[in-house]
């Protein structure tokens, strides 16, 4: 395996942590289902909240100002309430009731709302509880503007509660990450939905939906693309039956 560094971990507790948060709220749920057959995946409870609510909570105790929320399956619902349960953070609706446009098709359809400083970009099913330290503030603390487009916060495979996947990432000695090498083979660190972007990245797009994997490539054949390991907790919940476990998990400490 290859040696790996975790970048910082104990960042300084003033350090600026970004004023923006892209928040990806538009996907169908389709591995969620029946449970989305009436409510978006964001708005699916896990510990008597809103997974959505888990991540504005973490963005909140960050020190994040202002999320820009994608929506698509049925908008009108996740809108309503973000409006009415949302507070302490200014929310920008980036429409896509038109047309899906997947992840990095979000990122160009939001880019305006966005703006032109590093921004977390952040999915809305996502479940992580921080460790010694605020994951979120350890982005930014580690954040290199002059080395960097793209820093992901990554678990390790064999802590990635509830992941049935094969792994998405190395890391090398210098913190940059490569993608999984090979089919079939594991790669030891699984990207947690979790991550900070220059609006450098968000450039010469094709039209259309289209992945973040797009702007990852980029970043990674550039040596630009970094990973942080997180030491806390992460969830992948993904499917009704990952719900139980991890509240299980969660109850158990």
């Not at 809103?50 to 020190?63: E, Q, Y």
């Not at 609706?93 to 880019?111: F, N, P, W, Y």
């Amino acid at each position: 395996m290859t040696t790996k560094r975790t970048l910082a971990i104990r960042p300084d507790p003033g350090v600026a942590v970004p004023e923006t948060a892209m928040v990806m709220a538009a996907g169908l749920g389709k591995r969620m289902r029946p449970l989305t057959a009436t409510r978006p995946k964001p708005l699916i409870k896990v510990a008597g909240k809103p997974l959505i609510d888990h991540v504005f909570d973490r963005l909140r105790a960050a020190g994040v100002k202002r999320a820009v929320v994608n929506v698509h399956y049925l908008a009108d619902a996740l809108e309503a309430h973000l409006k009415h349960q949302i507070d302490g953070i200014d929310i920008a609706i980036s429409d896509e009731r038109a047309k899906l446009m997947e992840t990095g098709g979000g990122l160009v359809q939001a880019r305006e709302l966005i703006g032109d400083k590093p921004f977390l970009c952040v999915n809305s099913d996502n479940l992580w509880i921080d460790g010694p330290t605020d994951a979120i503030r350890a982005l930014a603390a580690e954040w290199d503007d002059e080395r960097m487009d793209a820093l992901l916060l990554l678990v390790p495979l064999a802590r990635a509660n509830n992941h049935r996947g094969q792994g998405d990432f190395h890391i090398d000695s210098f913190g940059r990450i490569t993608k999984r090498r090979m089919p079939g083979r594991l790669a030891p660190y699984v990207f947690t939905g979790v991550q900070m972007l220059s609006p450098r990245v968000i450039a010469d797009w094709p039209e259309g939906p289209f992945s973040t994997n797009l702007f990852w490539e980029r970043a990674i054949a550039a040596g630009r693309a970094y990973g942080l390991v997180h030491e806390g907790l992460w969830f992948d919940v993904g499917t009704p039956q990952a719900i139980g476990a991890t509240e299980a998990m969660l109850a158990d400490g």
